[in-house]
C-alpha cells in the first residue's frame, strides 16, 4: 500500500479488531473529502448549484477528528505519543500553505482593494495569525451568509480556526486521561459531544446562529464524532453494511441538495452530515461505495483539497470584486478552473515539500519558522489597521477622493453616516426635549422638529434608519405645506399586540433584532395616544429584513399580526397612519462604487441588490398592500421616484439620491418629497388649518416638553390596554380579522 498522502498517519483498518489503529492508507477518505470540498466550491461559486454545500466543512470535521484522535490513540497505545511530535506534524500539513495564502490575499488586496476594505481585510489577518479567526467573525461579520461575510476573501479560514483550537485541546486531554484514568477515555468523550452539541442546540434556539455556527464549543462535537469513530470496534461486512453505506450517502448528499441558507443551521440540522462521514468512512470502502471513493479522479482532488479549499473562496471574492459582481457563465467556470489550479499548485510546491523535505522534521526549526510566520503577519494586519488601511500610503487618491456634499458635517447618529435635515441636529439641552430615562432603551437622542418653525407638531415620523434618511425629505415637504412634525429614530419594529403569541421562536428572533422592542413600543403608542396634536402618522421602515423570501412564514404572519394590531390601536386614537414603502436597493452605495472604479480604471454604474426590485420586495408590498386594504391605514410607495425612462437612478443631473448602499442621501429624500408631494397634502389637508391665529392656540396649549416625554406607566394602567381584535369599529372601519392572511 502507498504512503499517506493526506496525513501522516491514517485511519484505522476495518479488518483490524478492537480500537487497533495501523498507518495503511485508505483512498476512500481522499474520495470522501473530494464531495465535502467540491460541495463546498460549488456552493460558493452558485448557490442553486449545491444550495446546501456548506455542510461539506462538517464532513472535513468528522474527518479530521477521526484521523486526529486514530492517530493520538495509537500512539498512546505504542508508548510512541509525544506533544512535539503531534504539533510538528500539525505545523507542516497545515503551516505552510496557510501562511502563503494569507500573504498572497494581502498582497494582492493592497492592490485592487481601498482603504475600507483593506482595513477590514487587516483585521481578519491579524486574528488568522492568532488562529482566532471564527471568534473575531461571530463578533463582527454577522451571519455567515450575510453580503457583508462574502466580500472578505479569508472568510474560509474560520474552519481552521477551529479545527486548531481542538488541536491544542484534545492531545493534552487524551494524554492525560490515558495516564490516569485509561478506561474514562469515551465515557469523557461522549460526556463532551453531549455537551457540545447541546450548546449548539441551545444557541440555535435562542436564535444565536453566529455561535453556532462559528465557535469551537458549538462544533467540537463533529470533530469529537470523529474521534469516537477511531476508538470504536471493528465492524464486519455483514448483509446490512450495504444499507448502512446507503444510509452514508444519503446523509451528505440530501443535505446537498436540500439544505439552503434560510435552513437553521447547525444543530439538529447537522446530524445527517456528520453522521453520514461517520458511516462512510467507516463502510464505504466496499462495494459500489468504494468503487466511486476511490476512483483516481476522486483521490486525486481529495489529495489537494485542503489547498483547494483555502484557494477557491479568495479567488472567487476578487474575481467578483474586479468583475463589480458581474459575473458570466464563463467567469464561475474560470473561476473553478483558477481554484483547482492554484490548489494543486500549492499542493506540489508549497504542502508536499515541507512535508517531505528533512531539514523541515527539525521541531526547533518548525516552531521558530511558525512564530515568525504569526508575528509578521499579525503585524501586517496590526499596522493596517493603525493607518487606516494605509490610507495615505497607497492608492491616496482614490482613498481620499472627495465625495458629494451631503458626506460632510456631523453624522446623524455617527454611526450612520447619514446627514440630518438643515436645522436638525439635536444637542443635549437644546430645542425640543432633554434625555428621558424612559426612552433610554429607545434612542441615545431626542426628537428632532421637522418642518415650520413656531408651531405645534402635528406628525410624527417614526421608523428605522431609512426614516432617518427620508426626514431631510419630510422637513422639505412639511415648510412647504406649512406644517410642523417630529422625527422619533425607535430602535424597534413598528408591532404590538403579539406579545401572547405562541410562536416563541419568532418573537425570540424579533427580540433579539429589536431589544426592548415590546416595552419601547408600549411606551410610542402611549405617548401618541396621549398626545392629540399629533394627527398623523408615518411609518418607515426596511421592510425588507422582517419579510424577505428567507424568513419563515410564522415570522411574516406575526409581523402581520403586529404591525394590524399597532394601526388599529393609532386608528382608534384618532391617528391616520401611512405606511411608506421601500426604495431600492443597490449593491455598492456610491463611495464604494466611486472608489472601486478609481482603482480598477473602471466607468461601472451600480446595479440593484437582488437584481430585480420587485421579485425582491414582493413579500413587503404583499404586506403593506394588505394593511391598506384593511382600511386602518394608507400604503404609499416610494420606488417610483426612482424609475426613469425604463432605468433605476441612482443619481439624478450629478446629483447623488443614495449615501450609501440603501439610505437616501438628503437630495434623493427631498427628490422623492417633491415626487409625492400630492401625497403628503392628500393626508395633511385633512388637519385642522394652520393661519397665524390657531398657531398661536396650538403653541400655547401643547407643552413640547410635556407632550414629548411618555409618562411612567403601571401595569395594568388604562395605557397598557390594548384594542381588542374583534372591537366593531377602528375610526369608522370595520375591524380587520384576528389573524391577517399568510403572506407570501
Keep these: 500500500m502507498s504512503k499517506c498522502f493526506s496525513e501522516t498517519f491514517c485511519s484505522p483498518s476495518p479488518h483490524q479488531a478492537g480500537d487497533a489503529i495501523h498507518g495503511t492508507y485508505f483512498p476512500h477518505i481522499d474520495g470522501l473529502r473530494t464531495f465535502a470540498v467540491l460541495a463546498v466550491v460549488l456552493y460558493h461559486l452558485q448557490e442553486g448549484i449545491c444550495p446546501g454545500g456548506y455542510t461539506g466543512v462538517d464532513i472535513f470535521f468528522v474527518i479530521s477528528g477521526y484521523l486526529i484522535g486514530g492517530g493520538l490513540i495509537r500512539g498512546l497505545k505504542e508508548g510512541t505519543f509525544s506533544l512535539t511530535s ?32 483593506l ?9 488568522s495569525a492568532l488562529f482566532i479567526t471564527n471568534i473575531y467573525f461571530s463578533r463582527t461579520t454577522g451571519d455567515y451568509f450575510s453580503p457583508a461575510a462574502e466580500e472578505n476573501p479569508l472568510l474560509n479560514l474560520w474552519s481552521l480556526s477551529v479545527e486548531e483550537q481542538f488541536y491544542l485541546m484534545i492531545p493534552l486531554t487524551l494524554w492525560l486521561l490515558w495516564k490516569f484514568r485509561e478506561k474514562a477515555v469515551k465515557p469523557v468523550l461522549w460526556g463532551a459531544l453531549g455537551l457540545s452539541f447541546f450548546a449548539a442546540v441551545c444557541h440555535m434556539g435562542h436564535l444565536e446562529h453566529n455561535k453556532a455556527f462559528y465557535l469551537l464549543y458549538c462544533r467540537a462535537w463533529e470533530l469529537l464524532a470523529g474521534c ?36 437553521p443551521f447547525p444543530g439538529y440540522t447537522a446530524i445527517p452530515s ?49 468583475c463589480f459582481d458581474e459575473c458570466a457563465p464563463w467567469d464561475y467556470a474560470g473561476m473553478f478552473l483558477l481554484s483547482l489550479l492554484l490548489g494543486f499548485l500549492s499542493w506540489k510546491f508549497v504542502e508536499t515539500p515541507f512535508r517531505t523535505t528533512v531539514s523541515w522534521q527539525n521541531p526547533q526549526k518548525a516552531f ?56 436638525a441636529v439635536v444637542e443635549k439641552g437644546n430645542a425640543i426635549q432633554h434625555h428621558h430615562p424612559e426612552l433610554g432603551d429607545v434612542t441615545d437622542y431626542p426628537f428632532v422638529l421637522l418642518g415650520k418653525t413656531g408651531q405645534a407638531p402635528s406628525f410624527l415620523l417614526m421608523g428605522d434608519s431609512h426614516a432617518m434618511a427620508s426626514s431631510p425629505g419630510f422637513d422639505e415637504a412639511a415648510r412647504l405645506l406649512q406644517r410642523s412634525g417630529l422625527f422619533y429614530r425607535a430602535r424597534l419594529c413598528p408591532l404590538s399586540g403579539i406579545s401572547g403569541s405562541g410562536d416563541s421562536s419568532s418573537l425570540t428572533l424579533l427580540r433579539l433584532m429589536y431589544p426592548h422592542w415590546e416595552h419601547n413600543m408600549e411606551l410610542i403608542l402611549d405617548w401618541l395616544e396621549n398626545t392629540p396634536q399629533v394627527q398623523t402618522v408615518f411609518i418607515h421602515n426596511r421592510w425588507i429584513e422582517l419579510v424577505n423570501n428567507h424568513r419563515d412564514t410564522r415570522l411574516k404572519q406575526l409581523v402581520a399580526d403586529g404591525l394590524r394590531h399597532t394601526c388599529a390601536r393609532l386608528r382608534k386614537a384618532g391617528k391616520q397612519i401611512v405606511l411608506l414603502g421601500p426604495v431600492p436597493e443597490w449593491t455598492f452605495g456610491p463611495r464604494k462604487l466611486m472608489r472601486r472604479n478609481a482603482l480598477l480604471n473602471a466607468n461601472r454604474t451600480d446595479r440593484l441588490l437582488g ?47 443614495y449615501c450609501d448602499d440603501n439610505h437616501l442621501s438628503p437630495y434623493g429624500a427631498k427628490k422623492w418629497s417633491a415626487a409625492s408631494s400630492t401625497s403628503f397634502s392628500r393626508e395633511w389637508k385633512e388637519q385642522q388649518p394652520t393661519d397665524g391665529s390657531t398657531a398661536r392656540k396650538n403653541i400655547q396649549s401643547f407643552d413640547i416638553d410635556k407632550a414629548c416625554r411618555p409618562p411612567t406607566l403601571a401595569p395594568g394602567s388604562k395605557a397598557f390596554a390594548m384594542v381588542p381584535d374583534k372591537s366593531p369599529e377602528y375610526g369608522g372601519h370595520t375591524a380587520p380579522p384576528s389573524s391577517t392572511p399568510v403572506l407570501p
Aim: charged fraction near 15%; proline fraction near 6%; include cysteine.
Design 368 to 423: 521558530l519558522a511558525t512564530a515568525a510566520g504569526c508575528l509578521m503577519l499579525g503585524l501586517a494586519g496590526e499596522w493596517l489597521k493603525w493607518t487606516d488601511g494605509a490610507r495615505d500610503y497607497w492608492h491616496v487618491a482614490a482613498n481620499n477622493m472627495e465625495f458629494p456634499e451631503y458626506w460632510k458635517g456631523p453624522a446623524f447618529p455617527p454611526s450612520f453616516g447619514i446627514t440630518p435635515p438643515d436645522r
Design 86 to 117: 503531534f504539533y510538528l506534524r500539525r505545523i507542516r500539513r497545515i503551516m505552510p500553505a496557510y501562511f502563503c495564502l494569507i500573504a498572497v490575499v494581502l498582497a494582492f488586496g493592497c492592490v485592487v482593494l481601498d482603504c475600507d476594505d
Design 119 to 127: 482595513r477590514t481585510l487587516g483585521r481578519t489577518v491579524r486574528s
Design 274 to 322: 456528520v453522521a453520514g462521514a461517520a458511516l462512510l468512512i467507516r463502510y464505504g470502502n466496499h462495494g459500489w461505495s468504494g468503487r466511486i471513493l476511490r476512483h483516481p479522479l476522486s483521490t486525486g482532488i481529495g489529495k489537494i483539497s485542503y489547498s483547494l479549499y483555502l484557494w477557491h473562496w479568495p479567488v472567487i471574492v476578487y474575481w467578483t470584486y474586479i
Design 228 to 263: 469516537l469513530l477511531a476508538l470504536a470496534p471493528a465492524a464486519g461486512q455483514n448483509r446490512g453494511a450495504g444499507w448502512l453505506r446507503a444510509a452514508g450517502w444519503a446523509g451528505i448528499l440530501l443535505p446537498f441538495a436540500c439544505y439552503t441558507p434560510s435552513t
Design 611 to 657: 437584481g430585480d426590485f420587485n421579485t425582491r420586495q414582493r413579500p413587503v408590498f404583499a404586506l403593506l398592500e394588505h394593511m391598506e386594504s384593511t382600511g386602518l391605514c394608507r400604503f404609499i410607495p416610494l420606488h417610483g421616484t426612482f424609475h426613469k425612462n425604463g432605468r433605476w437612478q441612482a443619481e439624478d443631473g450629478g446629483q447623488l439620491m
